[in-house]
């Protein structure tokens, strides 16, 4: 089971590890269609493979959970993963044990598990996170830009390429600003990571550099009728529609016919039109068709109508534009606009509805790049929302007083981030190896070496370069320890490692939570690995949630067991 595991991880790690960091590239998918997508993001990447075997699938279903969770780390999922497979298989030929066997495999599965809630908590919360920051508190006067700024340039830099991720960062940067007036950085990121699908419109065909971001909300839906408005309008918001609501009864529909009832219909459906313009109200949103009754009625009165408007963003529109509640339907909600427009994206004409709040406008010439441009974008705030969950305590109250710019320096200095560039993987290496207190030290040396696999790649172009970081890393490290020991002045910490002198994107930051999550994450989909003790291949569909028993498998149950005893009888 050990030897089938590393050679499915092998696959895998195949596909991602040279597209890792700044420095990889993409990776091209070709179908029999004719169909190409190009792109180095790496839970696109896996996910576009067709995988038959269960151990990859099991893989992939535990590197979509962590990326969920985290939005980062899928590519040094695989490679963390891998290194820790073969690692284990080759500590097997070094005490020449020949082969693990499944009960062996079990137990080191759950010493590796118990190794990330002691070793690992111990090693982040008093080595890790006070080096972290001690090295961004005396070097944050050669930083250039915002916390915000060197977070978003860590994350894209090794997903989309170097050009394509200095347009990306300033235009995710922008968003956040703007959406941020009068929010705190909690609240906004919150609101963005919550909101993101409504938030954001795809344009293909178009340059990455013609992304921006659109004061209002833009719906991705035309006029159907379109009237010029001046100045703050009022907006109907309706959830169905004016005309008449038929009862439906399966796949029939029943129609209650009355005397003069078409005649009460139209009636009832002109008081509540007119009671529009006692409402003086502009623009109708709406998230059904209306009758074409309503719809003249719109151009005759210079109404502006909005149909097939998504529900959802319906709501989100009620809720940032504290909308006033009606009691008589369908007339549900009335919010005030500062305008409605008429944008052209692309080929394609929208409604943009002036609201306080922004739309981040995302173009690429191809859709396998706009595709891949809009969930590094996502990820860049599932990112953000991970580390604010997780770098301020939810004890603590006084943090909702303090400003945006102490809630980021708060971040930085509790330890909450490092540089990218492998320094969180050499610190938990050199801490692991060590450590004095280590309950197990076969799992901690396990792991402390796997963890090298991750700047083993990100400078993979030059060993030579990996060789001499590690070695001047360390001995910075060392010259640290000696000078807390003495009690004399601390030494010049470099900040960051960076990818080269020559980088435009170095230094940049990384989460110290998600590389924490990232290595819980892996030994979780480890020990799933290592404990399963064979693979059955069934036909039936698997059920995985609580089995009940319909009538149906109650009388087919019956039957079986009435055709089985009469058979019996027929032998007999």
Known sequence: MLEECVCV???????????????????????????????????????????????????????????????????????????????????AHMHRKGSWTGPGLR??????????????????????????????????????????????????SGRVAIGQAKILKRVLCEFYHKVSQEKDAVETISFIHSHFSLLHTSVTGLPIGSSEVIEGLVVTRDWSVWTELQGPVKALILYES????????????????????????????KQKLLSLL????????SSVKQPESVVQWA?????????????????LLSNIGAA???????????????????????????????????????????????????????????????LFQSSIPAADQSQSTLSTQDLWGGVMCGGGVLPVGGMFEFLLHHFLLNERNCGDPECCRLLAEALLCVPRTLYSHNRRSFLNIQTCFLNDLKQLDRAKLRGSELPDLKFGLGFGESSELA???????????????????????????AILHTRSPLRTGPQTHSEEDEEEEEGMKEQSNSTQRTDV
Not at 299 to 315: G, K, M, P, Y
Request: with cysteine; hydrophobic share 40%; net charge positive.
């Open 242 to 269: 004016f005309g008449p609501t038929f009862v439906t009864s399966g796949n029939n529909i029943s129609i209650c016919v009355q005397q003069n009832w078409l005649h009460r219909t139209e009636s009832i459906m």
């Open 324 to 386: 006033e509640t009606l009691s008589h339907p369908p007339l549900q909600h009335l919010v005030t606009l500062k305008y409605c427009r008429r944008v052209q994206l692309g080929g394609h004409r929208y409604a943009c509805l002036g609201t306080h709040t922004h739309t981040l406008l995302l173009c690429a010439p191809a859709p396998g790049l706009l595709d891949q441009t809009v969930c590094v974008s996502q990820g860049v705030f599932a990112m953000l929302q991970h």
């Open 299 to 315: 151009r005759l009165n210079h109404i502006a109508l909005l149909e097939f408007v998504d529900s959802a963003q319906l709501d």
């Open 278 to 285: 006692d409402l003086q109200v502009h623009v109708l949103l």
């Open 507 to 533: 230094p940049c930051l990384e989460s110290v939570s998600g590389k924490q999550q990232l290595v819980v994450s892996v030994l979780q989909c480890l020990h799933r690995l290592l404990c399963a003790g």
């Open 9 to 91: 991880l092998a696959a895998l790690e195949c596909v991602v590890r040279r597209c890792l960091g700044p420095d990889g590239g993409s990776v091209l998918f070709t179908r029999d269609t004719g169909e190409t997508l190009v792109s180095r993001h790496g839970q696109r990447l896996l996910c576009a493979l067709h995988l038959e075997h269960p151990m990859a699938r099991m893989v992939l279903d535990c590197m979509c959970a962590h990326a969920k969770a985290t939005g980062d780390g899928t590519k040094s999922f695989i490679l963390l993963l891998a290194a820790l497979l073969r690692g284990i298989q080759n500590s």
């Open 107 to 156: 137990n080191l599965a759950n010493r590796l598990l118990a190794v990330s809630r002691k070793e690992l908590d111990e090693a982040i919360i008093h080595k890790i996170t006070p080096y972290a920051s001690l090295c961004c508190s005396r070097h944050s006067y050669k930083r250039e830009g915002s916390i915000l700024d060197l977070l978003i340039g860590g994350y894209i």
